[in-house]
């Protein structure tokens, strides 16, 4: 689907919506369908093109397995919407059952622990052993496989398609799509939230979901508002297309790995990801600091350029000239190539059958971290009516859609199907660092 066919033309834009959406990535862009599905008029607005970002970039896994208690619900609640999703449009849903992979007695004890943690919830997550975990993989191993997590309602969506293919949803209940054009800011007058300037121009609202991954930090910091978040680079590689028996996603500890439609395979490995030192690291140390220290085994800190580049990048600006919204359209980060072609390494001698893949692609992504790696899915008490849907912490493809329905629950005032307490921004609110 090509941007140019798809997307309003900026003088289109309307004088005023229901709702403006900053962020077309499939937080926005989910949240917009819920809110076109319920007659509002909703408009989206992205300063690139649509899942430019985080969201084409993902591994594609749709999981429960692993996940904190307090995300459970909104995953079951996404199973559900992606298979409705998939009736209406192609996205490359498929549910192929999903599984964490262990070897030693303390892998196994950390399986069941968490899924011990999950009960009262009702997954269909399980604990396999011997020949059944065989009977999942389908595919012969070298390695010593004695215990897995797995979900036979877990699966795949495929990134590339998955954003845009809502996105046809919206547009086809009269939601209205606006590429290229970068939120600069909220209008607010007398402290009432009036509107969002653009760059192209304002458009009237008294409702506003700020769904702008990696840059919500910034939007927020802008408007007095304290949103303890950080980015992770994470890395990913896909392969040429491969004749295998392994048709569901695996973690392997030092690989991962998931069919794909193309016939491919997406491969990386949870260890993938860096964390540069950067000025908001240092002021959000007290509240990072016991993250990185528990994810310290999966988690490489590194000092580097980007500490300058955000140094210089202004955390306060007007809203009638360009903002650092505008200057860069799309986060780029290449890969970090050595790590992913070890997981492909790692995943090689555990299947044999890996072993004439060959790398066809190999891409970054930033991904939006909070302290507790849990989303922030709240309205801004200082604002009323401005919501946040951010901080998804590398885990916020797959509940996507249930996370946008959540937040459409919310903007409209409905009671909520889901308990969004968990995900609260008030729970960073007390004895804040300076911003
Ligand atoms: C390598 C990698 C692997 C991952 N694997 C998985 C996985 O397997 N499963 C899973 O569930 N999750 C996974 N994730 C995480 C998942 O991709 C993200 O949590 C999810 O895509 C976040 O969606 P989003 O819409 O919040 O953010 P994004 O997709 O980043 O979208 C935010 C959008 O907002 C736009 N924007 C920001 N500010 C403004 C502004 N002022 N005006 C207009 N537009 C603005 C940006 O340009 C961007 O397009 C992975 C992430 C990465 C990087």
Redesign the pocket.
Known sequence: MSSKETTRMHSQLPKQVDVAI???????ISTAWALAKAGKHVAV????V??????S???????CIGRDPAEIPLSLRANQLWRDIQQQVDVGYRQLGLAYLGESAQDKEDLQQWLDTVQAYATPARLLEGTDIEQVLREPSTRPWTSAAYSAQDGVAE?HMATAGIAQLVRELGGEIFEH????GLRLQQGQLTGVVTEHGEVACSKVVL??????RM?CRNHGVFLPQLKVH???LRTTPLTTQLQLPINGKDFTCRPRSDGGYTV?KLAASVADVTPDSIRLLRWFFPAWMAQKQYLKIRFGRRFFTELFTPSRFALDTATP?ERV???DPGPNLTSVQEALRKLQHAFPVFAKAEIAQAW?????VTPDALPVISEVAAIPGFFI??G?????????PAAGELLAQMVQGHRPDIDPKAFSLQRFQRGQSPQ
């Not at 607005?45 to 690139?48: D, P, Q, S, T």
């Not at 970054?364 to 939006?368: H, K, L, V």
């Not at 998804?392 to 996507?400: A, C, R, V």
Request: aromatic share 12%.
């Open positions: 900053i962020g077309g990535g499939i937080i926005g607005f992205e300063k690139g649509l899942a430019g970002e985080q969201s970039r993902n591994w594609g896994w749709i999981r990134p054009c970068a939120v600069r769904a702008g991954g990696a840059w919500s939007m994470g890395s990913a990386s919204f359209r799309t986060l970054g992504g930033m991904m939006d849907g951010t998804f912490s590398g885990h916020g493809f797959g509940i996507g």
